[in-house]
């Protein structure tokens, strides 16, 4: 080869010669290459006390349950399984979250219902309102009138779906 002609790539095609990044000594094309071993992040590990507890609780688990978990290995996964799920973050319950007004006004309705259990409903409400509507005391008389009516539907709504939801009980499925 003299030296003003390009070295030829047998696998590229001859148009795009020139402009192939991969001629360059020391670069090999992706697909060729040998593939990488993922990385792994590493996790901080656990405080030494948490650990020593929990080494703890398994001794005595397995201690009281030998047979148990000697019988079948499922137990012991779902003994994992149960310590993570009491163990917080908690996930979110299902479905749209509640409005904050209303829950602290239901929760304020249980309470002062259960003080003042001959009081009036009214009276109860009135006490309720500045304390479950935001910025009430600044709103003017009919945006208060408002925000009181949608308050107390909202509770009803709620109330009343809470009621209409069936107990969530197992039943045996058939056929399985």
Known sequence: ???GESKRVP????????VSTFDAP????????????????????LPQAVRKEIAALALSLKRDY???FASDP?????????????????????GR???QSVTQAIRLRRQLRRRFPNEPWANIWERIYPKAIPGYDTM??????????ELRERVRWRQRAKQKKPDRQRTPRIGS
Do not use: C, N, W
């Not at 003017?140 to 009516?149: C, K, L, V």
């Open 1 to 3: 080869m003299s030296e």
């Open 11 to 18: 696998d590229t095609p001859p148009v795009f010669r020139e």
């Open 26 to 45: 020391g670069r090999e094309h992706p697909a060729r290459s040998k593939p990488q071993p993922p990385t792994r992040r590493r996790t901080p590990p």
């Open 66 to 68: 030998r047979a148990l």
């Open 74 to 94: 499922i137990y012991r996964k779902r003994a994992g399984q149960f310590l993570t799920a009491l163990l917080p973050p908690k996930p979110r319950r299902r």
């Open 97 to 99: 979250p509640g409005i």
């Open 140 to 149: 003017s008389e009919f945006g208060q009138a408002d925000a009181r009516q």
